[in-house]
């Protein structure tokens, strides 16, 4: 039997295929948690750092282009507790002296406020993809690299 097929990690492709499964997933879903399946991946397959995290960058930008152009054609979610979120990241955006662009920065780097309602408000708000694109990943591949390498930095630190 191929050691792929029990171990998606056993190969780079394997390791790349999951990841970008993972990643879209969880840019979809909310609680599908991408920075605790980066650290495992981190553990598992050290010498995939730069690909994981590329790749992990791509999967979670598709997904909120999904999320982004949702919010543009007008779906919105129905659950109140979602819809709070929402309305409260479309108000911050909208009175942030920075600006739509600062919010989205920050909300890409640090997830707050959550990457999820603030790539939907991008779409609602009409911010043009390109620049949605431009200023998001970035600081999204940031955090993605920081997340991965940390626990290498952590350990040579201690």
């Avoid at 999951?18 to 399946?37: D, H, K, R």
């Avoid at 909300?107 to 406020?113: D, E, H, K």
């Avoid at 790539?119 to 431009?134: D, E, K, T």
């Amino acid at each position: 039997m191929d050691p792929g097929v029990l171990n998606p990690f056993a190969t780079p492709s394997g390791t790349w295929l999951s990841t970008l499964a993972v990643s879209l997933l969880s840019g979809l879903v909310p609680f599908i948690n991408i920075e605790t399946y980066l650290v495992a991946v981190a553990a598992l397959t050290p010498s995939q750092g730069w690909p994981v995290i590329l790749i992990t960058t791509l999967g979670q930008m598709v997904a909120k282009i999904i999320l982004y152009q949702g919010g543009k054609h007008g779906l919105r979610p129905r659950a109140g507790r979602f819809r709070d979120k929402l309305e409260r990241a479309e108000n911050a955006m909208r009175r942030h002296p920075a600006g739509p662009d600062a919010v989205v920065l920050a909300s890409a780097l640090t997830g707050f406020p959550p990457f999820y309602g603030v790539s939907v408000m991008a779409g609602v708000m009409q911010i043009p993809l390109a620049r949605f694109l431009l200023v998001a990943t970035p600081p999204r591949l940031l955090r993605f690299a920081a997340v991965f390498y940390a626990p290498r930095l952590v350990k040579h630190l201690l």
